[in-house]
Nanobody
Framework: QVRLEESGGGLVQAGGSLRLACAAAGQTFTRYAMGWFRQAPGKEREFVAAISRIGTSPLYADSVKGRFTISRDNAKNTLYLQMNSLKPEDTAEYYC?????????????????WGPGTQVTVSS
């Protein structure tokens, strides 16, 4: 089992940047493929970005491609999401997730572990 906790959310103006972090504790971090998802009020949780166990093969939702970068530091058991050129439509609760898999996963149903989330609000 792995425990996840996000940090780094906040209020930012459109065009600004934020860096989210997800600290993992428990079993060996390199067992897990990792992902970021988000959920806005009244909407379903949606895929944002995902990365392999060893930090390769990142995948992104079309809506964030070119603006967001997912990365991980396996020595620090931490996942990151660098968010640039933020837009009001990026406003949501952001969640990190983990799955014991060698694949890069884009579907929420395939992830076993979730953090409690961190709020990102982008003002226009």
């Amino acid at each position: 089992q792995v425990r996840l906790e996000e940090s780094g959310g906040g209020l930012v103006q459109a065009g600004g940047s934020l860096r989210l972090a997800c600290a993992a504790a428990g079993q060996t971090f390199t067992r897990y493929a990792m992902g970021w998802f988000r959920q806005a009020p009244g909407k379903e949780r949606e895929f944002v970005a995902a990365i392999s166990r060893i930090g390769t093969s990142p995948l992104y939702a079309d809506s964030v491609k070119g603006r967001f970068t997912i990365s991980r530091d396996n020595a620090k058991n931490t996942l990151y999401l660098q968010m640039n050129s933020l837009k009001p439509e990026d406003t949501a609760e952001y969640y990190c997730s983990a799955a014991p898999s060698s694949l890069v996963l884009t579907e929420a149903r395939l992830y076993d572990y979730w953090g409690p989330g961190t709020q990102v609000t982008v003002s226009s």
